[in-house]
């Protein structure tokens, strides 16, 4: 029995443990040195090891899946955002350097797996057109058409038009607010190709970080600049790029008078209403005397 004893005794092989306290040692050393090669030698040495091994734990454990891409990526990736967050850590508030970057490459890993697995369901391989649906194939169809050099130069005029239409409202806004909103109308606009989101919400967003308004001030000043929208864009109008009508300069100016006629038109239209509708009551109340003076008078 000792000698069975003996023999479990000395099959157990002791822990390998990747992330001591001296890798946490190293990293503060490492933040605090101010020369390039000894960081240089401390972060190969000590630190990239153990976040290579860190990595490669997660990924074995939680099953995270990198889509049509290697896993190595993904590994080496991770790996690059922590190195990156290294000056993050702050010893003082009591916290260990592993649980630190445990967490931090937990909620990395989990974030770009989910990404790169909602970009593979929506992409589809033009290496298999078999497994293509309906309107996929509309879509691939509509790509493999080479547009005509009118249709390339239609595409560019309405591009141009747009900007000038942008310009045109931008000089009717009198609100600074306004014109940072407008402002960063054109931005994302003119760097449409570069967005990563093209939908209400994160257009949305992209407005108000670029003006630097809240949401409230956004919505106002966007609603102020639809009223400008509506009164230049549309048929027999400023712009009418649905039509492909742009007027020249004389009649831009034209209209523009016409506008201020028409909203003075409109205040002149609304102060008659006013006065209109204050006669009419005036007349009521006095039918109502008349009449309450001859009720009275009757009863006598």
Known sequence: MTNQIKKKAKSKKKRNYYFTNVTQE???????????????LLYSEHIHPAFTELVHNLVSV?????????????KSDCVAF??????????????KAF????????????????????HARRSVCIDVPED??????????????????EEVMLRKEKYNTINEMFCFIKKLLKDDRDIRC????????????????????????????ISGLNSSELSSSLSNIRKHYRKTVGPSK?????????????????ISKKMDKNDAKENQIKNFA???????????????????????????
């Open 26 to 40: 190293k990293i503060v050393e490492y933040q605090n040195c101010t020369t390039k090669r000894k960081k240089d």
């Open 62 to 74: 939680y099953k995270y899946k990198s889509a049509n891409e290697s896993i190595l990526h993904l």
């Open 82 to 95: 922590l190195f990156e967050t290294i000056h993050k850590w702050n010893p003082e508030k009591g916290t």
């Open 99 to 118: 649980s630190y970057f445990n967490v931090v490459a937990k909620n990395w890993l989990t974030i770009n797996s989910r990404r790169l697995l909602k």
């Open 132 to 149: 293509f649906t309906l309107d996929e194939k509309k879509s691939l169809a509509e790509i493999d058409i080479v547009m005509s050099h």
């Open 182 to 209: 407008i402002d960063a109308i054109i931005h994302v606009f003119n760097n449409i190709d570069s967005l990563d989101y093209l939908n209400k919400r994160a257009v949305f967003v992209y407005l108000r970080e």
């Open 238 to 254: 400023m712009f009418d790029w649905f039509w492909g009508i742009k007027m020249n300069d004389k009649e831009i100016d034209n």
């Open 274 to 300: 006013d006065i209109l509708d204050t006669i009419d009551s005036l007349e009521d109340k006095k039918k109502d005397v008349v009449e309450g003076n001859i009720w009275e008078c009757t009863r006598r």
